[in-house]
Protein backbone atom coordinates (compact mmCIF):
# COMPACT_ATOMS: atom_id res chain seq x y z
CA UNK A 1 0.00 0.00 0.00
CA UNK A 2 1.46 3.45 -1.00
CA UNK A 3 0.97 5.81 1.74
CA UNK A 4 0.22 9.08 0.24
CA UNK A 5 2.72 11.82 0.31
CA UNK A 6 0.20 14.54 2.52
CA UNK A 7 0.47 14.98 6.24
CA UNK A 8 -2.98 12.43 6.26
CA UNK A 9 -3.35 8.70 5.29
CA UNK A 10 -5.70 7.04 3.17
CA UNK A 11 -7.44 5.43 6.02
CA UNK A 12 -7.85 1.44 7.22
CA UNK A 13 -6.35 -0.90 4.88
CA UNK A 14 -9.17 -2.93 4.52
CA UNK A 15 -10.88 0.01 2.76
CA UNK A 16 -8.65 0.53 0.19
CA UNK A 17 -10.25 -1.72 -2.43
CA UNK A 18 -13.70 0.08 -2.04
CA UNK A 19 -12.09 3.54 -1.87
CA UNK A 20 -9.82 3.48 -5.07
CA UNK A 21 -12.77 2.72 -6.82
CA UNK A 22 -15.02 5.30 -5.80
CA UNK A 23 -12.08 7.88 -6.36
CA UNK A 24 -12.05 6.09 -9.71
CA UNK A 25 -15.60 6.60 -10.60
CA UNK A 26 -14.95 10.18 -8.58
CA UNK A 27 -13.04 11.10 -12.01
CA UNK A 28 -14.99 14.33 -13.29
CA UNK A 29 -15.73 12.79 -16.88
CA UNK A 30 -17.02 9.46 -15.29
CA UNK A 31 -18.74 11.17 -12.53
CA UNK A 32 -20.60 13.79 -14.82
CA UNK A 33 -21.25 11.46 -17.70
CA UNK A 34 -22.68 8.86 -15.18
CA UNK A 35 -24.94 11.78 -13.06
CA UNK A 36 -26.25 12.33 -16.22
CA UNK A 37 -27.40 9.18 -16.69
CA UNK A 38 -28.42 8.45 -13.63
CA UNK A 39 -30.73 11.90 -14.15
CA UNK A 40 -32.15 10.67 -16.99
CA UNK A 41 -33.02 7.06 -15.82
CA UNK A 42 -34.44 8.55 -12.46
CA UNK A 43 -36.73 10.85 -14.71
CA UNK A 44 -37.57 7.61 -16.73
CA UNK A 45 -38.10 4.86 -13.91
CA UNK A 46 -39.38 7.46 -11.61
CA UNK A 47 -42.75 5.29 -10.59
CA UNK A 48 -39.98 3.00 -8.82
CA UNK A 49 -38.16 5.48 -7.39
CA UNK A 50 -41.18 7.40 -5.79
CA UNK A 51 -42.38 4.16 -3.72
CA UNK A 52 -41.58 4.88 0.19
CA UNK A 53 -39.78 1.13 0.29
CA UNK A 54 -37.09 2.38 -2.62
CA UNK A 55 -36.87 6.42 -1.25
CA UNK A 56 -36.44 4.77 2.32
CA UNK A 57 -33.54 2.34 0.85
CA UNK A 58 -31.61 4.97 -0.97
CA UNK A 59 -32.17 7.38 2.36
CA UNK A 60 -30.16 4.52 4.04
CA UNK A 61 -27.64 3.62 1.11
CA UNK A 62 -26.76 7.31 1.49
CA UNK A 63 -26.51 7.16 4.63
CA UNK A 64 -24.45 4.24 5.06
CA UNK A 65 -22.14 5.77 2.50
CA UNK A 66 -21.67 8.90 3.95
CA UNK A 67 -20.94 7.23 7.23
CA UNK A 68 -18.26 4.87 5.86
CA UNK A 69 -16.82 7.84 3.61
CA UNK A 70 -15.83 9.21 7.19
CA UNK A 71 -13.47 6.16 7.52
CA UNK A 72 -11.02 7.85 4.87
CA UNK A 73 -9.19 11.03 6.48
CA UNK A 74 -9.41 13.05 3.80
CA UNK A 75 -13.14 12.63 3.46
CA UNK A 76 -13.44 13.24 7.33
CA UNK A 77 -11.10 16.28 7.37
CA UNK A 78 -13.17 18.08 4.77
CA UNK A 79 -17.00 16.81 5.90
CA UNK A 80 -15.95 18.21 9.72
CA UNK A 81 -15.27 22.02 8.46
CA UNK A 82 -18.48 23.80 9.59
CA UNK A 83 -19.06 25.92 6.38
CA UNK A 84 -19.86 22.73 4.33
CA UNK A 85 -22.25 21.11 6.56
CA UNK A 86 -24.91 23.33 4.28
CA UNK A 87 -23.92 20.59 1.57
CA UNK A 88 -25.28 17.88 3.34
CA UNK A 89 -28.26 18.97 4.33
CA UNK A 90 -28.49 20.58 0.87
CA UNK A 91 -28.20 16.77 -0.84
CA UNK A 92 -30.74 15.35 1.93
CA UNK A 93 -33.09 18.26 1.22
CA UNK A 94 -33.26 18.39 -2.06
CA UNK A 95 -33.70 14.60 -2.08
CA UNK A 96 -36.77 15.18 0.04
CA UNK A 97 -38.61 17.79 -1.59
CA UNK A 98 -37.54 15.73 -5.24
CA UNK A 99 -39.11 13.22 -3.92
CA UNK A 100 -41.94 14.56 -2.37
CA UNK A 101 -42.65 16.24 -5.92
CA UNK A 102 -42.37 13.29 -7.94
CA UNK A 103 -44.45 11.44 -5.32
CA UNK A 104 -47.16 13.43 -6.18
CA UNK A 105 -46.56 13.98 -9.94
CA UNK A 106 -46.60 10.08 -10.74
CA UNK A 107 -49.82 9.87 -8.03
CA UNK A 108 -51.64 13.15 -10.34
CA UNK A 109 -50.32 11.42 -14.01
CA UNK A 110 -51.93 8.03 -13.19
CA UNK A 111 -55.26 9.67 -11.76
CA UNK A 112 -55.42 11.69 -15.51
CA UNK A 113 -54.77 7.97 -16.98
CA UNK A 114 -58.25 7.13 -15.20
CA UNK A 115 -59.79 10.07 -16.28
CA UNK A 116 -60.13 11.59 -12.84
CA UNK A 117 -58.84 15.30 -11.72
CA UNK A 118 -55.56 15.70 -9.71
CA UNK A 119 -55.62 15.37 -6.19
CA UNK A 120 -54.88 19.36 -5.80
CA UNK A 121 -57.87 19.75 -7.19
CA UNK A 122 -60.11 17.13 -5.59
CA UNK A 123 -58.29 19.40 -2.38
CA UNK A 124 -58.68 22.63 -3.68
CA UNK A 125 -62.65 22.14 -4.34
CA UNK A 126 -63.26 23.11 -0.38
CA UNK A 127 -62.20 26.26 0.86
CA UNK A 128 -60.34 26.68 4.38
CA UNK A 129 -60.33 29.43 7.04
CA UNK A 130 -56.75 30.29 6.89
CA UNK A 131 -56.94 30.56 10.70
CA UNK A 132 -56.73 27.89 12.17
CA UNK A 133 -55.77 25.60 9.28
CA UNK A 134 -52.58 27.50 7.66
CA UNK A 135 -51.56 29.75 10.60
CA UNK A 136 -51.29 26.93 12.97
CA UNK A 137 -49.10 24.83 10.10
CA UNK A 138 -47.14 27.80 10.01
CA UNK A 139 -46.60 28.13 13.66
CA UNK A 140 -45.78 24.65 14.37
CA UNK A 141 -43.26 24.75 11.01
CA UNK A 142 -41.94 28.25 11.78
CA UNK A 143 -41.16 26.85 15.94
CA UNK A 144 -39.42 23.34 14.61
CA UNK A 145 -37.16 25.07 12.34
CA UNK A 146 -36.45 27.45 15.08
CA UNK A 147 -35.40 24.88 17.13
CA UNK A 148 -33.36 22.87 14.69
CA UNK A 149 -31.66 26.16 14.37
CA UNK A 150 -31.34 26.60 17.45
CA UNK A 151 -29.69 22.95 18.22
CA UNK A 152 -27.54 23.73 15.17
CA UNK A 153 -26.21 26.62 16.64
CA UNK A 154 -25.71 25.24 20.04
CA UNK A 155 -23.98 22.31 18.64
CA UNK A 156 -21.75 23.86 15.53
CA UNK A 157 -19.81 26.71 15.97
CA UNK A 158 -19.03 28.87 13.50
CA UNK A 159 -15.76 29.50 11.66
CA UNK A 160 -12.68 31.89 12.30
CA UNK A 161 -9.89 31.68 11.11
CA UNK A 162 -6.29 32.91 11.40
CA UNK A 163 -6.83 37.21 10.98
CA UNK A 164 -6.90 37.91 7.62
CA UNK A 165 -3.48 38.13 5.80
CA UNK A 166 -3.76 39.65 2.04
CA UNK A 167 -0.15 37.59 1.60
CA UNK A 168 -0.85 34.44 2.73
CA UNK A 169 -2.85 32.67 0.53
CA UNK A 170 -4.95 29.50 1.13
CA UNK A 171 -4.13 26.93 -1.06
CA UNK A 172 -7.14 25.73 -2.27
CA UNK A 173 -8.86 29.23 -2.08
CA UNK A 174 -12.41 28.43 -2.32
CA UNK A 175 -15.35 30.30 -2.86
CA UNK A 176 -18.55 30.46 -0.06
CA UNK A 177 -20.24 26.86 -1.07
CA UNK A 178 -22.96 28.26 -2.81
CA UNK A 179 -20.57 30.06 -6.02
CA UNK A 180 -18.71 26.82 -5.80
CA UNK A 181 -20.13 25.95 -8.91
CA UNK A 182 -19.67 28.95 -10.77
CA UNK A 183 -15.88 28.75 -9.72
CA UNK A 184 -15.63 24.59 -11.07
CA UNK A 185 -16.91 26.32 -14.45
CA UNK A 186 -13.62 28.74 -14.64
CA UNK A 187 -11.84 25.02 -15.35
CA UNK A 188 -13.99 25.62 -18.32
CA UNK A 189 -14.07 28.83 -19.16
CA UNK A 190 -12.60 32.05 -18.53
CA UNK A 191 -13.68 34.26 -15.92
CA UNK A 192 -15.87 36.46 -18.26
CA UNK A 193 -17.69 33.20 -18.91
CA UNK A 194 -17.74 31.41 -16.16
CA UNK A 195 -17.96 34.57 -14.03
CA UNK A 196 -20.28 36.99 -15.54
CA UNK A 197 -21.51 35.59 -18.88
CA UNK A 198 -23.37 32.27 -17.25
CA UNK A 199 -24.61 33.35 -13.94
CA UNK A 200 -26.13 36.86 -16.01
CA UNK A 201 -27.56 33.84 -18.62
CA UNK A 202 -28.76 31.84 -15.32
CA UNK A 203 -30.59 34.94 -14.26
CA UNK A 204 -32.07 35.85 -17.32
CA UNK A 205 -32.95 32.43 -18.16
CA UNK A 206 -34.78 32.15 -14.98
CA UNK A 207 -37.08 35.43 -15.57
CA UNK A 208 -37.63 34.69 -19.42
CA UNK A 209 -38.99 31.03 -18.23
CA UNK A 210 -42.57 31.98 -17.22
CA UNK A 211 -42.69 34.25 -20.97
CA UNK A 212 -40.94 31.96 -22.87
CA UNK A 213 -43.13 28.28 -21.80
CA UNK A 214 -46.54 28.27 -23.65
CA UNK A 215 -47.68 25.41 -22.12
CA UNK A 216 -50.72 25.80 -20.21
CA UNK A 217 -51.16 23.10 -18.38
CA UNK A 218 -49.80 21.70 -14.89
CA UNK A 219 -50.55 25.03 -13.17
CA UNK A 220 -51.05 24.51 -9.51
CA UNK A 221 -50.68 20.47 -9.28
CA UNK A 222 -47.67 18.66 -9.53
CA UNK A 223 -47.58 16.45 -12.65
CA UNK A 224 -43.97 15.48 -14.87
CA UNK A 225 -46.27 14.06 -18.03
CA UNK A 226 -47.58 17.58 -19.17
CA UNK A 227 -44.58 19.12 -18.76
CA UNK A 228 -42.00 16.81 -19.29
CA UNK A 229 -39.39 19.04 -21.53
CA UNK A 230 -40.17 22.03 -18.97
CA UNK A 231 -39.30 20.04 -15.93
CA UNK A 232 -36.21 18.07 -17.61
CA UNK A 233 -34.16 20.56 -18.46
CA UNK A 234 -34.81 22.94 -15.22
CA UNK A 235 -33.93 19.77 -13.09
CA UNK A 236 -30.90 19.26 -15.65
CA UNK A 237 -29.71 22.95 -14.54
CA UNK A 238 -30.45 22.69 -11.40
CA UNK A 239 -29.06 19.13 -10.38
CA UNK A 240 -26.61 18.63 -12.78
CA UNK A 241 -24.79 22.14 -13.70
CA UNK A 242 -25.69 23.52 -10.11
CA UNK A 243 -25.77 20.97 -6.94
CA UNK A 244 -23.24 18.36 -8.61
CA UNK A 245 -20.37 21.12 -9.58
CA UNK A 246 -21.03 22.26 -5.82
CA UNK A 247 -20.39 19.26 -4.98
CA UNK A 248 -17.57 18.42 -7.27
CA UNK A 249 -16.18 21.82 -6.06
CA UNK A 250 -15.98 21.18 -2.37
CA UNK A 251 -14.92 17.35 -1.92
CA UNK A 252 -13.09 16.85 -5.23
CA UNK A 253 -11.33 20.10 -6.17
CA UNK A 254 -8.23 20.65 -3.65
CA UNK A 255 -4.58 22.45 -3.98
CA UNK A 256 -3.95 23.95 -7.22
CA UNK A 257 -7.96 23.23 -7.85
CA UNK A 258 -6.51 20.33 -9.43
CA UNK A 259 -8.87 17.43 -9.21
CA UNK A 260 -8.97 14.68 -6.36
CA UNK A 261 -10.97 11.64 -5.84
CA UNK A 262 -13.27 11.83 -2.65
CA UNK A 263 -10.71 9.96 -0.64
CA UNK A 264 -7.47 11.12 -2.19
CA UNK A 265 -5.31 12.85 0.25
CA UNK A 266 -4.94 16.26 -0.85
CA UNK A 267 -1.44 16.43 -2.06
CA UNK A 268 -0.10 20.38 -2.72
CA UNK A 269 2.51 18.88 -4.99
CA UNK A 270 0.47 16.81 -6.97
CA UNK A 271 1.55 17.58 -10.67
CA UNK A 272 -0.49 16.96 -13.97
CA UNK A 273 0.50 16.96 -17.12
CA UNK A 274 -1.72 19.88 -18.51
CA UNK A 275 -0.91 20.34 -22.14
CA UNK A 276 -4.14 21.18 -23.33
CA UNK A 277 -4.20 22.44 -26.68
CA UNK A 278 -6.35 25.29 -28.10
CA UNK A 279 -8.68 24.83 -31.36
CA UNK A 280 -6.09 27.07 -33.84
CA UNK A 281 -3.29 24.91 -33.28
CA UNK A 282 -5.25 21.33 -33.66
CA UNK A 283 -6.28 23.48 -37.22
CA UNK A 284 -3.41 25.31 -38.48
CA UNK A 285 -0.92 22.60 -37.18
CA UNK A 286 -2.60 19.28 -37.17
CA UNK A 287 -4.98 19.59 -39.90
CA UNK A 288 -3.19 21.91 -42.25
CA UNK A 289 0.27 21.04 -41.26
CA UNK A 290 1.32 24.89 -41.30
CA UNK A 291 2.56 27.43 -39.06
CA UNK A 292 -0.35 28.94 -37.24
CA UNK A 293 -0.87 32.94 -38.47
CA UNK A 294 -0.07 35.70 -36.53
CA UNK A 295 -2.93 38.11 -36.86
CA UNK A 296 -5.55 36.86 -34.71
CA UNK A 297 -8.34 37.13 -36.89
CA UNK A 298 -6.55 34.63 -39.41
CA UNK A 299 -5.86 32.58 -36.77
CA UNK A 300 -8.66 32.00 -35.02
CA UNK A 301 -11.43 32.14 -38.09
CA UNK A 302 -12.34 28.31 -37.37
CA UNK A 303 -12.68 28.86 -34.21
CA UNK A 304 -15.36 31.57 -34.82
CA UNK A 305 -16.91 29.80 -37.69
CA UNK A 306 -17.82 27.11 -34.88
CA UNK A 307 -19.24 29.54 -32.47
CA UNK A 308 -20.83 31.06 -35.12
CA UNK A 309 -22.49 28.16 -36.71
CA UNK A 310 -23.25 26.80 -33.28
CA UNK A 311 -25.30 30.20 -32.53
CA UNK A 312 -27.43 30.39 -36.14
CA UNK A 313 -27.48 27.06 -38.11
CA UNK A 314 -28.52 25.25 -34.96
CA UNK A 315 -31.36 27.23 -34.10
CA UNK A 316 -32.17 27.49 -37.81
CA UNK A 317 -32.27 23.75 -38.17
CA UNK A 318 -34.29 23.80 -34.85
CA UNK A 319 -37.08 26.01 -36.56
CA UNK A 320 -37.12 23.10 -39.10
CA UNK A 321 -36.62 19.88 -36.71
CA UNK A 322 -39.40 21.19 -34.15
CA UNK A 323 -41.89 23.02 -36.59
CA UNK A 324 -44.26 22.74 -34.23
CA UNK A 325 -42.43 23.74 -31.13
CA UNK A 326 -41.02 26.89 -33.08
CA UNK A 327 -44.67 27.88 -34.47
CA UNK A 328 -46.01 27.54 -30.96
CA UNK A 329 -43.22 30.14 -29.42
CA UNK A 330 -42.85 32.57 -32.16
CA UNK A 331 -39.54 33.90 -33.37
CA UNK A 332 -38.64 36.05 -30.17
CA UNK A 333 -39.41 33.52 -27.72
CA UNK A 334 -38.22 30.61 -29.62
CA UNK A 335 -35.14 32.75 -29.49
CA UNK A 336 -34.47 33.51 -26.65
CA UNK A 337 -35.43 30.05 -25.59
CA UNK A 338 -32.70 28.62 -27.97
CA UNK A 339 -30.36 30.82 -27.19
CA UNK A 340 -30.45 30.08 -23.54
CA UNK A 341 -30.28 26.66 -24.07
CA UNK A 342 -27.11 26.97 -26.21
CA UNK A 343 -25.19 28.75 -23.75
CA UNK A 344 -26.05 26.59 -21.00
CA UNK A 345 -25.12 23.21 -23.26
CA UNK A 346 -21.96 24.99 -23.59
CA UNK A 347 -21.11 24.19 -20.82
CA UNK A 348 -21.10 19.98 -20.98
CA UNK A 349 -19.94 20.44 -24.37
CA UNK A 350 -16.67 22.51 -23.25
CA UNK A 351 -16.42 19.93 -20.23
CA UNK A 352 -16.17 17.14 -23.06
CA UNK A 353 -13.76 18.53 -25.23
CA UNK A 354 -11.79 19.32 -22.47
CA UNK A 355 -11.56 15.54 -21.29
CA UNK A 356 -11.54 13.75 -24.68
CA UNK A 357 -8.98 16.32 -26.82
CA UNK A 358 -7.73 18.61 -24.01
CA UNK A 359 -9.22 21.52 -26.01
CA UNK A 360 -7.98 24.78 -24.33
CA UNK A 361 -9.97 27.55 -26.06
CA UNK A 362 -11.62 27.43 -29.02
CA UNK A 363 -11.24 31.21 -29.78
CA UNK A 364 -8.19 32.29 -28.10
CA UNK A 365 -7.35 36.56 -28.17
CA UNK A 366 -5.25 37.12 -25.59
CA UNK A 367 -4.75 40.65 -26.27
CA UNK A 368 -8.36 41.48 -25.82
CA UNK A 369 -8.64 38.80 -22.93
CA UNK A 370 -11.20 37.49 -25.50
CA UNK A 371 -11.07 33.50 -25.16
CA UNK A 372 -13.90 31.09 -25.50
CA UNK B 1 -65.47 19.56 28.48
CA UNK B 2 -64.75 19.43 31.84
CA UNK B 3 -66.07 21.42 34.71
CA UNK B 4 -62.93 23.58 34.90
CA UNK B 5 -62.52 23.95 31.49
CA UNK B 6 -65.81 25.27 31.22
CA UNK B 7 -65.22 27.83 33.65
CA UNK B 8 -61.96 28.58 32.25
CA UNK B 9 -63.74 29.71 29.12
CA UNK B 10 -66.62 31.72 30.55
CA UNK B 11 -64.42 33.52 32.29
CA UNK B 12 -62.55 34.11 29.10
CA UNK B 13 -65.60 34.93 27.16
CA UNK B 14 -67.20 37.41 29.74
CA UNK B 15 -64.33 38.92 31.21
CA UNK B 16 -60.80 39.18 28.85
CA UNK B 17 -62.71 39.22 25.27
CA UNK B 18 -65.27 41.40 26.26
CA UNK B 19 -62.62 43.86 28.27
CA UNK B 20 -61.63 47.41 27.17
CA UNK B 21 -58.08 46.29 26.71
CA UNK B 22 -58.46 43.46 24.34
CA UNK B 23 -60.88 45.09 22.08
CA UNK B 24 -58.73 47.58 21.72
CA UNK B 25 -55.97 45.49 20.46
CA UNK B 26 -57.65 42.68 18.54
CA UNK B 27 -61.24 44.53 17.67
CA UNK B 28 -63.07 41.09 17.39
CA UNK B 29 -63.71 38.02 19.99
CA UNK B 30 -61.66 35.14 20.18
CA UNK B 31 -61.28 33.24 16.37
CA UNK B 32 -63.68 30.72 17.58
CA UNK B 33 -66.47 31.25 15.04
CA UNK B 34 -66.22 32.02 11.10
CA UNK B 35 -66.68 35.37 11.55
CA UNK B 36 -63.94 35.96 14.05
CA UNK B 37 -61.77 33.82 11.41
CA UNK B 38 -62.11 36.30 8.89
CA UNK B 39 -61.90 39.00 10.79
CA UNK B 40 -58.33 37.45 12.68
CA UNK B 41 -56.76 37.94 9.40
CA UNK B 42 -58.25 40.89 8.06
CA UNK B 43 -57.45 43.48 10.54
CA UNK B 44 -54.19 42.01 11.98
CA UNK B 45 -51.45 43.65 9.78
CA UNK B 46 -48.69 40.42 9.94
CA UNK B 47 -52.24 37.49 9.30
CA UNK B 48 -53.31 39.70 6.74
CA UNK B 49 -50.65 38.93 4.29
CA UNK B 50 -52.49 35.79 3.85
CA UNK B 51 -55.69 36.13 2.20
CA UNK B 52 -59.11 35.24 4.83
CA UNK B 53 -59.84 31.90 3.05
CA UNK B 54 -57.97 29.26 1.12
CA UNK B 55 -58.65 26.21 -1.35
CA UNK B 56 -57.88 23.53 0.41
CA UNK B 57 -55.03 22.23 -1.85
CA UNK B 58 -52.94 25.95 -1.24
CA UNK B 59 -53.05 24.91 2.48
CA UNK B 60 -51.59 21.38 2.75
CA UNK B 61 -47.48 21.27 3.59
CA UNK B 62 -47.07 18.59 0.88
CA UNK B 63 -47.80 21.24 -1.48
CA UNK B 64 -45.56 24.29 -0.61
CA UNK B 65 -43.21 22.73 2.08
CA UNK B 66 -43.53 25.97 3.68
CA UNK B 67 -40.88 27.23 1.54
CA UNK B 68 -41.79 30.83 1.03
CA UNK B 69 -42.93 31.27 4.52
CA UNK B 70 -39.90 30.31 5.86
CA UNK B 71 -37.71 32.26 3.31
CA UNK B 72 -39.47 35.27 5.13
CA UNK B 73 -39.29 33.78 8.57
CA UNK B 74 -35.21 33.45 8.20
CA UNK B 75 -35.36 37.23 6.93
CA UNK B 76 -36.54 37.60 10.22
CA UNK B 77 -34.34 35.86 11.93
CA UNK B 78 -31.27 37.11 10.47
CA UNK B 79 -32.04 40.64 10.88
CA UNK B 80 -32.50 40.38 14.58
CA UNK B 81 -29.67 38.30 15.23
CA UNK B 82 -27.86 40.98 12.76
CA UNK B 83 -28.98 43.87 15.08
CA UNK B 84 -27.58 42.01 17.84
CA UNK B 85 -24.69 41.39 15.93
CA UNK B 86 -24.07 45.22 15.08
CA UNK B 87 -23.53 46.23 18.45
CA UNK B 88 -20.65 44.45 18.91
CA UNK B 89 -18.96 45.09 15.62
CA UNK B 90 -16.47 47.74 14.05
CA UNK B 91 -16.14 47.56 10.62
CA UNK B 92 -12.47 48.19 10.40
CA UNK B 93 -9.89 45.94 9.94
CA UNK B 94 -8.28 47.40 12.85
CA UNK B 95 -11.48 45.86 15.39
CA UNK B 96 -13.59 43.45 13.33
CA UNK B 97 -11.23 40.46 13.57
CA UNK B 98 -10.75 41.29 17.34
CA UNK B 99 -14.66 42.26 17.73
CA UNK B 100 -15.90 38.37 16.21
CA UNK B 101 -12.81 37.12 19.31
CA UNK B 102 -14.53 39.31 21.84
CA UNK B 103 -17.89 38.31 20.81
CA UNK B 104 -17.30 34.67 21.04
CA UNK B 105 -15.39 34.73 24.27
CA UNK B 106 -16.88 37.90 26.47
CA UNK B 107 -20.30 39.02 25.14
CA UNK B 108 -23.05 36.87 26.71
CA UNK B 109 -24.89 34.65 24.06
CA UNK B 110 -22.53 36.13 21.31
CA UNK B 111 -21.58 32.94 19.75
CA UNK B 112 -24.83 31.67 19.99
CA UNK B 113 -26.01 34.60 18.12
CA UNK B 114 -23.04 34.68 15.74
CA UNK B 115 -23.83 31.14 14.86
CA UNK B 116 -27.35 31.63 14.77
CA UNK B 117 -26.58 33.92 11.96
CA UNK B 118 -24.16 32.15 10.31
CA UNK B 119 -26.11 28.87 10.22
CA UNK B 120 -29.32 31.10 9.47
CA UNK B 121 -27.90 32.85 6.23
CA UNK B 122 -27.00 29.22 4.80
CA UNK B 123 -30.26 27.74 5.69
CA UNK B 124 -31.76 30.93 4.10
CA UNK B 125 -29.77 29.99 0.48
CA UNK B 126 -31.61 26.84 0.69
CA UNK B 127 -34.91 27.14 1.50
CA UNK B 128 -34.89 30.27 -1.15
CA UNK B 129 -33.78 27.73 -3.49
CA UNK B 130 -36.07 25.10 -2.32
CA UNK B 131 -39.10 27.66 -2.75
CA UNK B 132 -38.00 28.16 -6.07
CA UNK B 133 -38.00 24.92 -6.97
CA UNK B 134 -41.06 24.14 -5.49
CA UNK B 135 -42.98 26.79 -7.15
CA UNK B 136 -41.46 25.61 -10.61
CA UNK B 137 -43.06 21.99 -10.04
CA UNK B 138 -46.46 23.86 -9.57
CA UNK B 139 -46.17 25.65 -12.65
CA UNK B 140 -46.93 29.15 -10.01
CA UNK B 141 -44.57 31.11 -12.46
CA UNK B 142 -46.87 30.80 -15.39
CA UNK B 143 -49.54 33.54 -15.80
CA UNK B 144 -50.60 35.39 -14.41
CA UNK B 145 -47.67 35.16 -12.22
CA UNK B 146 -44.44 35.77 -14.40
CA UNK B 147 -43.53 38.67 -12.97
CA UNK B 148 -43.83 38.01 -9.50
CA UNK B 149 -41.40 34.89 -10.33
CA UNK B 150 -38.93 37.81 -11.92
CA UNK B 151 -39.20 39.57 -8.32
CA UNK B 152 -38.36 36.37 -6.70
CA UNK B 153 -35.26 35.92 -9.23
CA UNK B 154 -34.24 39.46 -8.45
CA UNK B 155 -34.57 38.19 -4.42
CA UNK B 156 -32.81 35.02 -5.04
CA UNK B 157 -29.53 37.15 -5.87
CA UNK B 158 -30.20 39.24 -3.57
CA UNK B 159 -30.24 36.60 -0.86
CA UNK B 160 -26.81 35.41 -2.64
CA UNK B 161 -25.42 39.04 -2.38
CA UNK B 162 -26.40 38.95 1.34
CA UNK B 163 -24.66 36.07 2.29
CA UNK B 164 -21.90 36.75 0.07
CA UNK B 165 -21.22 40.41 1.50
CA UNK B 166 -21.72 39.21 5.29
CA UNK B 167 -18.93 36.48 4.15
CA UNK B 168 -16.28 39.23 4.70
CA UNK B 169 -17.01 40.69 7.81
CA UNK B 170 -15.22 38.83 10.55
CA UNK B 171 -12.25 39.43 8.36
CA UNK B 172 -10.21 36.28 8.75
CA UNK B 173 -8.51 33.91 6.11
CA UNK B 174 -11.64 32.42 5.20
CA UNK B 175 -13.44 35.50 4.72
CA UNK B 176 -10.50 37.67 2.75
CA UNK B 177 -9.48 34.83 0.35
CA UNK B 178 -13.45 33.60 -0.64
CA UNK B 179 -14.05 37.69 -1.34
CA UNK B 180 -11.08 37.40 -2.94
CA UNK B 181 -11.50 34.18 -5.56
CA UNK B 182 -15.30 35.74 -5.47
CA UNK B 183 -14.46 39.87 -6.78
CA UNK B 184 -11.83 38.44 -8.85
CA UNK B 185 -14.25 37.41 -11.24
CA UNK B 186 -15.34 41.29 -11.53
CA UNK B 187 -12.07 41.50 -13.20
CA UNK B 188 -13.14 39.83 -16.29
CA UNK B 189 -16.42 41.68 -16.65
CA UNK B 190 -16.85 42.27 -20.37
CA UNK B 191 -16.24 46.12 -20.96
CA UNK B 192 -16.49 46.91 -17.68
CA UNK B 193 -13.23 44.96 -15.88
CA UNK B 194 -9.75 45.60 -16.71
CA UNK B 195 -8.97 42.21 -17.34
CA UNK B 196 -12.34 41.86 -19.28
CA UNK B 197 -12.73 41.61 -22.95
CA UNK B 198 -13.19 44.62 -24.90
CA UNK B 199 -11.85 46.82 -22.17
CA UNK B 200 -8.85 47.86 -23.59
CA UNK B 201 -11.25 49.00 -26.98
CA UNK B 202 -12.29 51.85 -24.81
CA UNK B 203 -9.32 54.90 -24.53
CA UNK B 204 -7.38 56.07 -27.45
CA UNK B 205 -3.55 55.20 -27.61
CA UNK B 206 -2.20 54.60 -24.06
CA UNK B 207 -5.23 56.43 -22.57
CA UNK B 208 -7.62 53.86 -21.31
CA UNK B 209 -10.56 54.82 -20.10
CA UNK B 210 -10.89 51.26 -18.22
CA UNK B 211 -7.70 49.85 -15.92
CA UNK B 212 -7.01 48.52 -12.88
CA UNK B 213 -7.41 51.07 -11.02
CA UNK B 214 -11.40 52.53 -12.54
CA UNK B 215 -12.90 49.11 -13.48
CA UNK B 216 -15.67 47.47 -11.81
CA UNK B 217 -14.20 45.20 -9.50
CA UNK B 218 -11.93 48.60 -8.31
CA UNK B 219 -15.89 50.47 -7.42
CA UNK B 220 -17.07 47.10 -5.95
CA UNK B 221 -13.94 46.88 -3.66
CA UNK B 222 -12.71 50.10 -3.24
CA UNK B 223 -9.39 49.53 -3.84
CA UNK B 224 -7.18 46.81 -5.98
CA UNK B 225 -6.87 44.05 -3.20
CA UNK B 226 -9.74 43.28 -0.45
CA UNK B 227 -8.72 46.57 2.01
CA UNK B 228 -10.49 48.37 4.50
CA UNK B 229 -12.37 50.08 1.71
CA UNK B 230 -13.83 46.71 0.73
CA UNK B 231 -14.54 46.02 4.52
CA UNK B 232 -16.78 48.93 4.69
CA UNK B 233 -18.56 48.84 1.64
CA UNK B 234 -19.26 45.18 2.05
CA UNK B 235 -20.74 46.21 5.57
CA UNK B 236 -22.75 48.85 4.80
CA UNK B 237 -23.85 47.17 1.92
CA UNK B 238 -24.62 43.79 4.16
CA UNK B 239 -26.50 45.61 6.83
CA UNK B 240 -28.14 48.44 5.10
CA UNK B 241 -28.40 48.78 1.32
CA UNK B 242 -29.02 45.25 0.64
CA UNK B 243 -31.48 44.05 4.00
CA UNK B 244 -33.51 47.97 2.00
CA UNK B 245 -33.69 46.65 -1.28
CA UNK B 246 -34.61 43.25 0.07
CA UNK B 247 -37.38 44.34 2.28
CA UNK B 248 -38.99 46.53 -0.53
CA UNK B 249 -38.83 43.82 -3.21
CA UNK B 250 -40.40 41.44 -0.74
CA UNK B 251 -43.41 44.05 -0.23
CA UNK B 252 -44.11 43.59 -3.79
CA UNK B 253 -43.52 39.81 -3.87
CA UNK B 254 -46.02 39.17 -1.06
CA UNK B 255 -48.68 41.76 -2.60
CA UNK B 256 -48.69 40.64 -5.71
CA UNK B 257 -48.86 36.95 -4.71
CA UNK B 258 -51.92 38.17 -2.73
CA UNK B 259 -53.21 40.48 -6.46
CA UNK B 260 -51.97 37.73 -8.63
CA UNK B 261 -53.55 34.89 -6.57
CA UNK B 262 -52.32 31.82 -4.76
CA UNK B 263 -51.56 29.05 -7.80
CA UNK B 264 -54.37 26.77 -7.99
CA UNK B 265 -55.65 23.65 -10.19
CA UNK B 266 -58.21 24.87 -12.83
Known sequence: MILASGAIGTGPEYMQPFFNFVNFICRPEILFTGSVAAFFGALKFRKILVKPPVAIAMTVGLIAFILISLLSPQFYNEARKPDNAPIFIMVFLTGLVLWAAFYQAVNNDERFRQGLRSDEHEAAEEKLHVWPYLIYIEAIVAAFVLALLFAWSIGLEAPLEQFANPAKSPNPAKAPWYFLGLQEMLVYYDPWIAGVVLPGMILSGLIVLPYCDPNPKGVGYYTFEQRRLAITVFLFGFLILWVLLIFVGTFLRGPNWNFFGLYEPWDAHKLLSLNNINLSEYFWSDLLHKAPPQEWWRREWPGFALIFAYFTILPAAGTVLFKRFYQKLGFVRYSMVVMHLLVMFSLPIKMYLRWSINLKYIVFIPDYFFNI | ?266
Not at chain 2, 117 to 141: C, D, K, N
Not at chain 2, 241 to 263: E, N, Q, T
Open chain 2, 1 to 266: MSAVGDQVRKFLDESVYQSVIWKSVFRHGFPDTDRNRTLVVLSNLFLHLHPAKLKGHAVRMRYTWCMGGLSFFMFLILTISGVFLMFYYRPTPEYAYQDIVALREDVPLGMFMRNVHRWGAHSMVLIVWLHMLRVFMTGSYKAPREFNWAIGVILLKLTLLLSFTGYLLPWDQLAIWAITVGTNMARATPFLGHEGPGASLIGYDDFKVVHSKSDIRFALLGGSIVGPSALLRFYVLHCVFLPLVAGFLMAVHFWRIRKDGFSAPL
